[in-house]
């Protein structure tokens, strides 16, 4: 499980994410990504958008019934993305919204696999640096 500051939970931010953000995509999975909402208010003396290019980037996962009707192959997916997003969160860029969508070709993907198209998708999309 990912740490709270590092999850995506409420259903308009997936909507935003979906709607106004852009994709990359690969054989197995999908990355939509969306910078968060900045505006030029001043909230207590700091700036909005100095103060989201310092928040967490939020990360959700979408995995349908199409992949899998067994939830535990969904669920292993699932492990095994977060468990790659744990060790990438020191490397990605803060302020954004990702949501990392799930092809139904991916219930053949082992650990390896998922680490090596996640990796490219985040370096397409200009939010992995560094590694």
């Known amino acids: 499980m990912?740490?709270?500051p590092y999850r995506l939970r409420k259903r308009q931010d997936f909507t935003a994410v979906y709607q106004q953000g852009k994709r990359w995509n690969s054989s197995h999975l999908a990355l939509r990504t969306y910078?968060?909402?900045r505006s030029a208010l001043a909230l207590d003396g700091v700036k909005q958008s100095a103060l989201n290019s310092?928040?967490?980037?939020?990360?959700?996962?979408?995995i349908s019934q199409k992949v899998?009707?067994?939830?535990?192959?969904?669920?292993?997916?699932k492990r095994q993305l977060r468990a790659i997003l744990r060790g990438l969160l020191p490397y990605l860029q803060p302020g954004?919204?990702?949501v990392i969508v799930v092809r139904p070709t991916a219930v053949e993907c082992d650990y390896q696999q998922f680490l090596q198209e996640l990796k490219q998708l985040l370096s397409?999309?200009?939010?992995?640096?560094?590694?």
């Open 96 to 98: 954004w919204d990702l």
């Open 68 to 77: 899998s009707k067994r939830a535990v192959v969904r669920n292993r997916i």
């Open 54 to 62: 310092r928040e967490p980037p939020r990360i959700g996962i979408s």
């Open 124 to 131: 397409e999309a200009e939010i992995l640096h560094g590694y």
């Open 35 to 37: 910078p968060r909402r």
């Open 2 to 4: 990912l740490a709270k």
